[in-house]
Antibody
Framework: QVQLQESGPGLVKPSETLSLTCTVS????????WSWVRQSPGKGLEWIGY????NSNPSLKSRLSMSVDTSNNHFSLKLTSVTAADTAVYYC???????????????WGQGILVTVSS | QIVVTQEPSLTVSPGGTLTLTCASS?????????PTWFQQKPGQTPRALIY???DKQSWTPARFSGSLLGGKAALTLSGVQPEDEADYYC?????????FGTGTKVTVL
C-alpha cells in the first residue's frame, strides 16, 4: 500500500522560507515522479510543481525549489519569501510513473496545513 | 497564464445524469492534455477518478466516465448517488506543467 506523509512546520513567519518533506512508503521514489499541490482555505486546488521536470507553477517558480532524496525515499519543497497568500494545506502526490507522460495523481498525502503569520 | 474553467456549481437529482466540463483558455482540449478528474468531499483529501481522458482508477465507480466533448474534457456521472455530492476538479497537462480547473460543486437533491 503506497502511503505519503507530509512533514514540516505548521507555522511560518512572513518573508521566511516554507520547507516541507514528503516521505513515501510502499513504493520506491525512483519509480515515479512526484508533485506538490496546495489548497488555500475554502479555495480550489493549485499545482505547485513536480520532480519530473523543471516545470512548475509560473506564479511560484521564482520562489520554488524541489529536491529528491532517493536514499531516504523522500522529496522536499522549499518556498521562499512567503506571505499570507501562501497559507494553505499542502499535499504531496504521486504524479506519474517514469517514462509515462500522463499524470495519474493516484496517491495523496493527508495534507499539512501551513499558516503564514507573525 | 493558462486558465482552466469548470462550471462553478451544478445540481442533480438522485438517479440522474450529470456532465461536468473542463475548458482550457489556450484552446480545444485534446487527448494530449491527458485530462484527469478528481473528487473532493468536505474535509477530505482529493481522490483521483479518471486519468488520460477516460481511464478509471481501480477504485472508481462504474457510474463515472470521462470523455472529450465539444473541445472540452468532460466527466459524466450516470445514476447519481447521494454520496456523489462533492467538489470535482479537472487537471490538464501542458507539456510538463499541470493546471487544475476552477472546480465544480455538485449538489445532489
Amino acid at each position: 500500500q503506497v502511503q505519503l506523509q507530509e512533514s514540516g512546520p505548521g507555522l511560518v513567519k512572513p518573508s521566511e522560507t516554507l520547507s516541507l518533506t514528503c516521505t513515501v512508503s510502499g513504493d520506491s521514489i525512483s519509480n515515479h515522479h512526484w508533485s506538490w499541490v496546495r489548497q488555500s482555505p475554502g479555495k480550489g486546488l493549485e499545482w505547485i510543481g513536480y520532480t519530473g521536470s523543471t516545470n512548475s507553477n509560473p506564479s511560484l517558480k521564482s520562489r520554488l525549489s524541489m529536491s529528491v532524496d532517493t536514499s531516504n525515499n523522500h522529496f522536499s519543497l522549499k518556498l521562499t519569501s512567503v506571505t499570507a497568500a501562501d497559507t494553505a494545506v499542502y499535499y504531496c502526490v504521486r504524479d506519474r510513473p517514469d517514462r509515462i507522460p500522463a499524470p495519474l495523481f493516484d496517491y495523496w498525502g493527508q495534507g499539512i496545513l501551513v499558516t503564514v503569520s507573525s | 497564464q493558462i486558465v482552466v474553467t469548470q462550471e462553478p456549481s451544478l445540481t442533480v437529482s438522485p438517479g440522474g445524469t450529470l456532465t461536468l466540463t473542463c475548458a482550457s483558455s489556450s484552446g480545444a482540449v485534446t487527448r494530449g492534455y491527458y485530462p484527469t478528474w478528481f473528487q473532493q468531499k468536505p474535509g477530505q483529501t482529493p481522490r483521483a477518478l479518471i486519468y488520460s481522458t477516460n481511464d478509471k482508477q481501480s477504485w472508481t465507480p462504474a457510474r463515472f466516465s470521462g470523455s472529450l466533448l465539444g473541445g472540452k474534457a468532460a466527466l459524466t456521472l450516470s445514476g447519481v448517488q447521494p454520496e456523489d455530492e462533492a467538489d470535482y476538479y479537472c487537471l490538464l497537462y501542458y507539456g510538463g506543467a499541470r493546471v487544475f480547473g476552477t472546480g465544480t460543486k455538485v449538489t445532489v437533491l
